[in-house]
């Protein structure tokens, strides 16, 4: 059986703003409320296995501290031009 896509993205945007982190709270939450309901079906498998990822990790992929894996790159440059002056002016 596999969930409606409905549940997925409330069950994504639940887990983008329930982080551990307060600025990935704030990054992810902005991104899936702008991009989540757009997804491909594929957009979201890759958007999910992203979330599995750890924070710090991610915040580093983010904040160009460090370059994301090779499948995350293109999500990661979308989710930083969204993030652009969440966490700290612009």
């Known amino acids: 059986m596999t969930e409606p896509r409905e549940i997925r993205e409330k069950r994504l945007a639940m887990r983008s703003m329930r ?13 899936a409320r702008a991009h989540l309901a757009a997804m491909s079906e594929a957009e979201i498998d890759l958007y999910e296995a992203l979330l599995a990822e750890n924070d710090h990790d991610l915040y580093q ?23 652009r002056g969440l966490t700290r002016p612009a």
């Open 19 to 31: 982080r551990g982190i307060k600025e990935m709270d704030l990054i992810l939450d902005s991104y």
């Open 61 to 83: 992929w983010v904040s160009g501290q460090v370059a994301p894996p090779t499948e995350y790159t293109a999500m990661i440059a979308q989710i930083a031009e969204q993030a």
